[in-house]
Protein backbone atom coordinates (compact mmCIF):
# COMPACT_ATOMS: atom_id res chain seq x y z
CA UNK A 1 0.00 0.00 0.00
CA UNK A 2 1.50 3.39 -0.96
CA UNK A 3 0.20 5.73 1.98
CA UNK A 4 2.83 8.30 1.41
CA UNK A 5 4.37 11.41 3.48
CA UNK A 6 6.03 13.80 1.14
CA UNK A 7 7.97 16.26 3.30
CA UNK A 8 11.26 18.83 2.42
CA UNK A 9 11.73 22.59 2.88
CA UNK A 10 9.45 25.35 1.35
CA UNK A 11 10.52 25.54 -2.24
CA UNK A 12 12.23 21.93 -2.53
CA UNK A 13 9.74 20.48 -5.26
CA UNK A 14 7.19 18.77 -3.06
CA UNK A 15 3.75 20.41 -4.86
CA UNK A 16 5.54 19.81 -8.31
CA UNK A 17 6.65 16.41 -7.53
CA UNK A 18 2.95 15.58 -5.44
CA UNK A 19 1.44 16.46 -8.80
CA UNK A 20 3.46 13.54 -10.84
CA UNK A 21 2.98 11.00 -8.32
CA UNK A 22 -0.67 11.45 -7.76
CA UNK A 23 -1.16 11.40 -11.45
CA UNK A 24 1.32 8.26 -11.73
CA UNK A 25 -0.22 6.13 -8.95
CA UNK A 26 -4.00 7.44 -9.25
CA UNK A 27 -3.49 8.87 -5.12
CA UNK A 28 -5.58 11.46 -3.84
CA UNK A 29 -3.39 14.28 -3.17
CA UNK A 30 -3.68 15.59 0.54
CA UNK A 31 -2.29 19.04 0.84
CA UNK A 32 -3.07 20.48 4.29
CA UNK A 33 -1.66 24.02 2.47
CA UNK A 34 -4.16 23.73 -0.18
CA UNK A 35 -6.78 22.74 2.17
CA UNK A 36 -6.31 26.53 4.18
CA UNK A 37 -6.14 28.06 1.19
CA UNK A 38 -9.20 26.73 -0.43
CA UNK A 39 -10.42 27.67 3.64
CA UNK A 40 -9.14 30.76 3.33
CA UNK A 41 -10.90 31.65 -0.07
CA UNK A 42 -14.11 30.56 1.54
CA UNK A 43 -14.25 32.20 4.40
CA UNK A 44 -14.90 29.14 6.85
CA UNK A 45 -13.94 29.28 10.22
CA UNK A 46 -10.61 27.27 9.94
CA UNK A 47 -9.74 29.70 7.53
CA UNK A 48 -10.62 32.94 9.76
CA UNK A 49 -8.03 31.19 11.90
CA UNK A 50 -5.75 30.44 9.61
CA UNK A 51 -5.39 33.85 7.31
CA UNK A 52 -3.08 35.69 9.10
CA UNK A 53 -1.04 33.05 10.15
CA UNK A 54 -0.08 31.66 6.89
CA UNK A 55 0.52 35.37 5.56
CA UNK A 56 3.39 35.70 7.58
CA UNK A 57 4.82 31.90 7.41
CA UNK A 58 4.22 30.92 10.35
CA UNK A 59 2.20 27.16 11.25
CA UNK A 60 -0.95 26.61 11.73
CA UNK A 61 -1.47 25.24 15.44
CA UNK A 62 -1.50 21.47 15.68
CA UNK A 63 -4.82 20.98 16.82
CA UNK A 64 -6.28 22.62 13.79
CA UNK A 65 -4.02 20.88 11.32
CA UNK A 66 -4.37 17.55 12.86
CA UNK A 67 -8.59 17.60 12.97
CA UNK A 68 -8.34 18.66 9.02
CA UNK A 69 -6.39 15.54 8.39
CA UNK A 70 -7.88 12.81 10.66
CA UNK A 71 -11.52 13.96 8.31
CA UNK A 72 -9.66 14.12 5.13
CA UNK A 73 -7.93 10.84 5.61
CA UNK A 74 -11.11 8.96 6.91
CA UNK A 75 -12.75 9.63 3.47
CA UNK A 76 -13.64 6.18 1.57
CA UNK A 77 -10.80 7.49 -1.29
CA UNK A 78 -8.46 6.89 0.63
CA UNK A 79 -8.75 3.36 1.28
CA UNK A 80 -5.98 2.53 -1.48
CA UNK A 81 -3.22 4.54 -0.43
CA UNK A 82 -2.73 8.20 -0.26
CA UNK A 83 -0.13 10.93 -0.22
CA UNK A 84 0.45 13.37 1.93
CA UNK A 85 2.04 16.92 1.07
CA UNK A 86 3.12 19.09 3.63
CA UNK A 87 1.91 17.14 6.33
CA UNK A 88 3.03 16.32 9.29
CA UNK A 89 5.09 19.33 9.62
CA UNK A 90 5.61 18.68 14.03
CA UNK A 91 6.63 15.99 15.95
CA UNK A 92 2.57 16.29 17.79
CA UNK A 93 1.67 15.74 13.75
CA UNK A 94 3.64 13.03 13.43
CA UNK A 95 2.41 11.51 16.88
CA UNK A 96 -1.12 11.75 16.07
CA UNK A 97 -1.02 10.05 12.70
CA UNK A 98 0.90 7.25 14.14
CA UNK A 99 -2.11 6.91 16.06
CA UNK A 100 -4.85 7.70 13.53
CA UNK A 101 -3.06 5.59 10.56
CA UNK A 102 -3.25 2.02 12.47
CA UNK A 103 -6.60 2.74 13.71
CA UNK A 104 -8.46 3.40 10.91
CA UNK A 105 -5.90 0.40 8.40
CA UNK A 106 -4.28 3.24 7.12
CA UNK A 107 -0.85 3.45 8.37
CA UNK A 108 2.14 5.55 6.99
CA UNK A 109 4.20 2.81 4.78
CA UNK A 110 7.10 5.56 3.72
CA UNK A 111 8.17 8.88 3.80
CA UNK A 112 10.04 10.80 0.82
CA UNK A 113 12.04 13.78 2.03
CA UNK A 114 13.72 16.46 -1.14
CA UNK A 115 16.51 18.18 -0.10
CA UNK A 116 17.42 21.79 -1.63
CA UNK A 117 20.01 23.64 -1.03
CA UNK A 118 19.19 27.73 1.13
CA UNK A 119 19.95 29.59 -1.97
CA UNK A 120 18.38 27.36 -4.38
CA UNK A 121 15.21 27.88 -2.17
CA UNK A 122 15.21 31.07 -2.03
CA UNK A 123 15.74 31.34 -5.94
CA UNK A 124 12.89 28.94 -6.22
CA UNK A 125 10.31 31.22 -4.17
CA UNK A 126 10.93 34.56 -5.40
CA UNK A 127 10.01 33.64 -8.89
CA UNK A 128 7.78 30.96 -8.33
CA UNK A 129 3.76 31.06 -9.67
CA UNK A 130 1.31 28.46 -8.45
CA UNK A 131 -2.45 27.38 -10.01
CA UNK A 132 -4.71 28.38 -7.51
CA UNK A 133 -7.46 25.81 -8.72
CA UNK A 134 -4.91 22.22 -9.40
CA UNK A 135 -2.10 22.92 -7.27
CA UNK A 136 0.79 22.84 -10.06
CA UNK A 137 3.74 25.03 -9.43
CA UNK A 138 6.27 26.99 -12.19
CA UNK A 139 8.79 29.45 -11.84
CA UNK A 140 9.21 32.97 -13.71
CA UNK A 141 12.24 31.54 -15.40
CA UNK A 142 13.29 28.12 -15.17
CA UNK A 143 9.52 26.46 -15.25
CA UNK A 144 7.84 28.30 -17.37
CA UNK A 145 4.27 27.11 -18.59
CA UNK A 146 3.22 26.87 -22.59
CA UNK A 147 1.14 30.39 -22.51
CA UNK A 148 2.76 32.99 -19.91
CA UNK A 149 0.46 33.29 -16.87
CA UNK A 150 -1.83 30.30 -17.58
CA UNK A 151 -1.70 27.00 -16.02
CA UNK A 152 -0.59 23.45 -18.61
CA UNK A 153 -2.92 21.38 -16.47
CA UNK A 154 -5.82 22.50 -15.86
CA UNK A 155 -6.15 26.53 -17.69
CA UNK A 156 -6.45 28.64 -14.56
CA UNK A 157 -4.76 31.66 -14.25
CA UNK A 158 -1.20 31.48 -12.25
CA UNK A 159 -0.71 33.63 -9.10
CA UNK A 160 1.75 34.11 -6.59
CA UNK A 161 1.28 32.89 -3.43
CA UNK A 162 0.78 35.88 -0.64
CA UNK A 163 3.47 34.15 1.53
CA UNK A 164 5.81 33.67 -1.29
CA UNK A 165 7.55 36.91 -0.12
CA UNK A 166 11.50 37.44 1.43
CA UNK A 167 9.36 37.83 5.29
CA UNK A 168 7.18 35.37 5.28
CA UNK A 169 10.04 32.69 3.62
CA UNK A 170 12.23 33.63 6.54
CA UNK A 171 9.84 32.60 8.85
CA UNK A 172 8.44 29.08 7.03
CA UNK A 173 12.50 28.15 6.58
CA UNK A 174 13.16 29.28 10.31
CA UNK A 175 9.73 27.10 11.29
CA UNK A 176 11.11 24.38 8.72
CA UNK A 177 14.17 23.65 10.64
CA UNK A 178 13.02 24.26 14.02
CA UNK A 179 9.80 22.37 13.68
CA UNK A 180 9.77 19.90 10.68
CA UNK A 181 13.53 19.19 10.50
CA UNK A 182 13.36 16.78 13.47
CA UNK A 183 10.57 14.68 11.75
CA UNK A 184 13.72 13.78 9.46
CA UNK A 185 15.01 11.56 12.79
CA UNK A 186 11.53 10.39 13.83
CA UNK A 187 10.52 8.58 10.69
CA UNK A 188 14.46 7.05 10.16
CA UNK A 189 13.76 5.33 13.50
CA UNK A 190 10.71 4.02 12.39
CA UNK A 191 12.73 2.73 8.99
CA UNK A 192 10.20 4.77 6.71
CA UNK A 193 12.91 7.53 5.49
CA UNK A 194 14.01 8.10 2.14
CA UNK A 195 15.75 10.71 1.39
CA UNK A 196 15.89 12.51 -2.61
CA UNK A 197 18.47 15.09 -3.69
CA UNK A 198 16.09 17.95 -5.40
CA UNK A 199 18.52 19.34 -7.67
CA UNK A 200 19.52 16.63 -9.96
CA UNK A 201 16.05 18.04 -11.98
CA UNK A 202 12.48 17.92 -11.92
CA UNK A 203 12.18 14.83 -14.20
CA UNK A 204 15.19 13.21 -12.80
CA UNK A 205 13.39 13.70 -9.34
CA UNK A 206 10.51 12.66 -10.66
CA UNK A 207 12.50 9.07 -11.98
CA UNK A 208 13.96 8.16 -8.78
CA UNK A 209 10.89 9.07 -6.74
CA UNK A 210 8.97 6.46 -9.25
CA UNK A 211 11.19 3.78 -8.79
CA UNK A 212 11.20 3.78 -5.46
CA UNK A 213 7.39 3.85 -4.91
CA UNK A 214 6.98 1.06 -7.95
CA UNK A 215 9.03 -0.96 -5.82
CA UNK A 216 7.26 -0.43 -2.67
CA UNK A 217 3.74 -0.60 -4.16
CA UNK A 218 4.60 -4.22 -5.25
P1 LIG B 1 2.36 24.80 1.96
O1 LIG B 1 1.43 25.01 0.82
O2 LIG B 1 2.56 23.33 2.25
O3 LIG B 1 3.66 25.52 1.79
O4 LIG B 1 1.66 25.41 3.25
C1 LIG B 1 1.36 26.79 3.32
C2 LIG B 1 1.17 27.21 4.75
O5 LIG B 1 0.05 26.52 5.31
C3 LIG B 1 2.33 26.90 5.68
O6 LIG B 1 3.35 27.88 5.62
C4 LIG B 1 1.61 26.90 7.03
O7 LIG B 1 1.33 28.23 7.45
C5 LIG B 1 0.29 26.23 6.69
N1 LIG B 1 0.40 24.77 6.85
C6 LIG B 1 0.36 23.84 5.86
N2 LIG B 1 0.51 22.61 6.37
C7 LIG B 1 0.66 22.75 7.70
C8 LIG B 1 0.87 21.85 8.77
N3 LIG B 1 0.99 20.53 8.58
N4 LIG B 1 0.96 22.38 10.03
C9 LIG B 1 0.84 23.69 10.26
N5 LIG B 1 0.66 24.60 9.28
C10 LIG B 1 0.57 24.14 8.02
Not at 19 to 47: C, K, N, Y
Not at 109 to 137: H, K, M, Y
Request: net charge negative; aromatic share 6%.
Amino acid sequence: MLNIILMGPPGAGKGTQATAIVDAFHLPHISTGDMFREAIAQGTPVGLKAKEIIAAGNLVPDEITIELVKERLSRPDCEHGYLLDGFPRTIPQAEALDKLGPEIGRPVSLVIDITVPEEELIRRIAGRRVCPSCGASYHVDSMKPAVEGICDRCGHELIQRKDDNAESFAVRLQNYYASTQPLVDYYKEQGLYHCFDGMVGKANLEKAINALLEEQGQ
